[in-house]
């Protein structure tokens, strides 16, 4: 939360999804009068919107409504730079519109706080049955000895301990009891390493071990949970009462259950906040990301998305940063709890979107935030100028649309396969950076640093050639780099070169995840590009709900997880070539096409995105 965060993540309806920038057809242009002003520069394609994050998984894209049966789904859409009244009038990118971007940015710090948090509070910790008082002193590993205990959740029953003493080795005048005279009964109680680096984590405060170690995954499912289903609601409570209000109300739900989290000692209300601190901060992924873009217009919105990624490595830089500092997941809550506190004070600096209010009619709100906008901007406004709301148009498509034409079945199975894939690959590396071995803090830090190039490389390179071979080579190269991390797995003196290996992966993943939710908003037809995107943002959910999961399969087998990491990639790679390639654009038709998806990625993560 966090996108995608996704914060890792849809809306089932956007009335408003910059349809309020292009919904007036033709036929409206043709009505005798004057003209009103706030009719857009309709160009009858896609509306653009912009990319956001992984760690929030995405939200749908915003359409005009046209019949479907007009539409020619065997061609990829294009997308034309777009400007309305609005942005005429008060600049279509200027200073104003900058620093609400960049403040708008800073909402998808707390969200990646969030979403990887756990990836410190959930650490595992080296443990073993509690000593009795008497024995307080002795050595772990003599008392490990004695106690008879292989997974350190058993001990012997029915021996006198007085026997042994607080000495530093194995007491010369015990011996073991004779087998009929002991057995072995389940620990009640347990110790925990306090040296290890770690600290005190969700492990040692609830005893999750054992029997119950399967409970961290839960945790750390019900947040992901909470970012899937938050997705769904946030886009359409965003419409009907506005960008700004649902962004502050939660951002301040969002800071109340984090500070609400850090004084929790009941593991079980502990889950309950985890699933509602991910429902809202997909919320404010999507609130947040939807005003920053509808402040700006035209290719301008692919610089809005952009300012919306960057934050999310930078992030996961300063949490380890925080985790290290801290090492004790009650601490570490607060200092990520404690952000959300100054960002609402922004509610006194931030206007709601000037294209929703005229949608909704409320023509003096928007004549107040352009005449401030235009004045920052240092623009002279005409003094006649005039706004009228634009006409909204309703579609009625729904999810067998995606199904009723080969071309349509084509990518829509195709997406939902990569969408799956890359969620799982991305979030199944920065979740389990506690697995991989070395340094946890070093790690993901690492991850966040890779990150940076990665987006801006995608963000460059998708402008100059096709994406098709683009997106392939990204998941094929995630796919090598996991197969040779396997390969090194179980070879201590090769730590560093899997570390290496998990680095490129997390490089060439989140280049295909800046790529994925753009190829997707092209390929799927104006019409129904919503609902393409929400379908696909389903299975982007089911990979998420799982990602926790992935870090058993090393209890299994040491090479199992990053050989399915491996496998998945490459399939995803595969399934890219199915879909058609789109076309290389003009740099500013280019660069409107980049921005075509931060609406698709609002969500995402989480998280991506989220």
Known sequence: ??????????????????????????????????????????????????????????????????????????????????????????????????????????????????????????????????????????????????????????????????????????????????????????????????????GNTWTSEWDLVCDKEHLKNVAEMFFLLGVATGGILSGYLSDKFGRKKMLFISAVLQTLFGLWLYICSSFELYLTLRALLGLVSVSVTYSGLILAIEYVDGKWRTLAGMYNLFPLPISYMIISGLAYLTQDYQRLQLCIGVPGIFLCFLWFVVPESPRWLLVKGRLDEVRRIIEAAAKFNGRQLPPDYQLSPPTQESSSQDVTYLFRSSYLRRISICFFCIWFTMNLVYYGIILNMSSFGGNVYLNSALAGLVEIPAIAVAMYIITKVGKKWLFCATLICTGVACCCAAITEGQPELLWLKITFLMISKFTISAGNTIMPVYTAELYPT????????????????????????????????????????????????????????????????????????????????????
């Open 1 to 198: 939360m966090a996108k995608r965060a996704s914060l890792t993540h849809d809306s089932p309806s956007l009335e408003l999804e910059l349809p309020l920038l292009a919904p007036q057809e033709r036929s409206s242009r043709s009505r005798s009068g004057p003209i009103p002003l706030c009719i857009m520069h309709d160009t009858g394609k896609p509306s653009p919107t912009a990319t956001t994050s992984p760690t929030i998984p995405p939200s749908k894209m915003a359409a005009t409504p046209q019949s479907p049966a007009g539409l020619d789904p065997q061609a990829p859409t294009d997308d034309e730079d777009e400007t309305d009244v609005i942005g005429d009038l008060m600049g279509h990118y200027g200073k104003w519109q900058l620093l609400m971007t960049v403040l708008l940015s800073l909402f998808q710090v707390p969200n990646t706080f969030h979403i990887s948090s756990s990836i410190y509070q959930a650490a595992n910790k080296d443990f073993w049955c509690q000593r009795p008082e008497e024995l307080q002193q002795l050595p772990v590993d003599v008392w490990r000895n004695l106690t008879g205990s292989i997974d350190n959740c058993h001990r012997w029953e029915g021996i006198d301990w007085s026997q042994v003493g607080n000495g530093t080795a194995m007491p010369t005048e015990w011996k073991k009891p004779p087998d009929g005279d002991r057995q072995l009964v389940a620990c009640e109680k347990w110790e925990y390493e306090t040296h290890d680096n770690v």
């Open 527 to 610: 019409p129904i590009r919503n609902v393409g995107v929400g379908a696909c943002n389903v299975a982007a959910g089911l990979a998420l709900i799982l990602t926790p999961y992935l870090s058993l399969l090393n209890k299994i087998e040491g090479h199992l997880l990053m050989s399915l990491l491996t496998a998945w990639s490459i399939f995803g790679g595969v399934v890219v070539l199915f879909l058609p390639e789109t076309a290389v654009r003009s740099k500013a038709s280019s660069n409107q096409g980049a921005a075509n998806t931060h609406n698709a990625h609002g969500n995402a993560s989480a998280a991506k995105q989220v």
